[in-house]
């Protein structure tokens, strides 16, 4: 095969995967401006009424305002106890390696229902009763995207070979803290932007737990989803599509904050 054909059929294999993965946002976005879809293929009127709708109903802000502050929250604190957790441990205490690996992965193990019932059992009473409340969110997000930031930091961490620069920074005299803010956290950022990326756009699409920790006291933009179903999937579809926008403006807002940090450590 030669090298041209090669690269006509790698064309056509990405430009597949595009149409497959676009198609059901497509679809979507169809079915949020129809007025009348009926008897054909695609809809008989259109109309952006359920936008309108949606745009001036308070609960649509209420949700996405509680949706967000979780999800960043979370995000947010899973940065700050990861980043430097995963690095000791990967730089300090390889032995422990395997342990903080293992604890990232057991979610894996418990389906989300089953957690949710435990967390529910655990904290409805007793010493910290934050069944019902965002704070049990907190808990239970920070588990849920544990691989995701685990895996990216580390593989960061063994990319840029921390320990001999941190054995090469000691050396200069810089402290151990020093040698950690000034070179391997700006070499590692594009790692971290990874995973805070994969964290966010997986937790923006949780429901088990969101429902079933919280539910209708604590409604989050996937619970306001669900509540809509069953009176109007126009609004729904609606819903969704600005849901894909706002997740899109996040993640390229963070990844032009890691480009320019990204720039920043290379001069």
């Known amino acids: ?36 879809w009926s008897y054909s293929v695609l809809p008989d009127s259109y109309t952006f009424q359920w936008y309108g709708e949606l745009l001036q109903d ?47 992965l057991l979610r894996y193990g418990i389906p989300p229902v089953v957690a949710a019932i435990g ?3 655990m904290y409805a009473s007793g010493i910290i009763p934050i069944y019902g409340t965002f704070w049990i969110l907190f808990g239970a997000y920070f588990v849920l995207i544990l691989p995701f930031m685990y895996q990216g930091i580390r593989n960061s961490i063994r990319t840029v070979n921390a320990t001999d ?11 151990k803290v020093r040698s950690f803010i000034s ?11 990874v995973s805070t990326v994969l964290s966010v756009a997986f937790l923006f699409g949780e429901f ?12 989050t933009i996937q619970i306001l989803i669900y509540n809509k179903l069953e009176t109007n999937g126009h609004s729904v579809s609606a819903i969704i599509i600005l849901y894909y926008f706002i997740l899109l ?19």
């Open 119 to 121: 967390l529910i059992q």
């Open 165 to 175: 620069l941190m054995e090469s920074a000691e050396l200069l005299g810089a402290s």
């Open 208 to 219: 088990v737990f969101a429902n079933l920790l919280v539910g209708g006291q604590f409604e």
């Open 183 to 193: 070179i391997i956290f700006p070499n590692i950022i594009s790692g971290i932007i």
């Open 58 to 104: 308070p609960a649509f802000y209420s949700a996405l305002g509680r949706t967000l502050f979780i999800v960043i929250g979370t995000v947010t604190l899973s940065v700050f106890i990861m980043v430097p957790t995963v690095f000791i441990v990967v730089t300090f205490f390889p032995k422990w390696e395997r342990l903080l690996q293992g604890l990232s």
């Open 249 to 267: 403006l996040i993640s390229g807002f963070i990844i032009k904050i890691g480009m320019r940090s990204n720039k920043k450590a290379a001069s």
């Open 1 to 36: 095969m030669n090298k041209e054909k090669s690269i006509w059929i790698h064309k056509l294999i990405i430009v597949a995967l595009m149409i497959y993965l676009f198609t059901p946002i497509l679809g979507t976005f169809i079915y949020s401006i129809a007025k009348e």
